[in-house]
């Protein structure tokens, strides 16, 4: 079972964009997005569950941020508005079979590789 997380770039203050997160293998029960700015921890972002009907946000991009996923295509997104400079970070998807939203990194034992969002103001 591996991720493959993509979709990062160099944006302005304002600008959008789509993340998204490409699964092989089993279908995930929970897919998250956590992300990691330099010097510090990894932290939670958003998080969906299988049927895409919960969902959950850090508080900070609630509003601005929407998780999805696409089972047919085995694949998350995390579309992302409204870029502030503080969301600069490298964004990790994150996967796990048992059924349950969690903000935990460590209930999560599949990681994407990370992509990369510079935020500019």
């Known amino acids: 079972v591996q991720l493959q997380a993509f979709g990062g770039g160099l944006v302005q203050a304002g600008d959008s964009l789509r993340l998204s997160c490409a699964a092989s293998?089993?279908?995930?029960?929970?897919m998250a997005w956590f992300r990691q700015a330099p010097g510090k921890e990894r932290e939670f972002v958003a998080v969906?569950?299988?049927?895409?009907?919960?969902?959950d946000y850090l508080d900070s991009v609630k509003g601005r941020f929407t998780i999805s996923r696409d089972n047919t295509k085995n694949t998350g997104y995390l579309q992302m508005n409204d870029l502030k400079p503080e969301d600069t970070a490298v964004y990790y998807c994150?996967?796990?079979?048992?059924?349950?939203?969690?903000?935990?990194?460590?209930?999560?034992?599949?990681w994407g590789q990370g992509t990369e969002v510079t935020v500019s103001s």
């Open positions: 994150a996967g796990k079979v048992q059924a349950g939203l969690s903000m935990s990194r460590a209930d999560y034992y599949y």
């Open positions: 293998g089993r279908p995930f029960s929970t």
């Open positions: 969906i569950n299988f049927s895409g009907v919960r969902k």
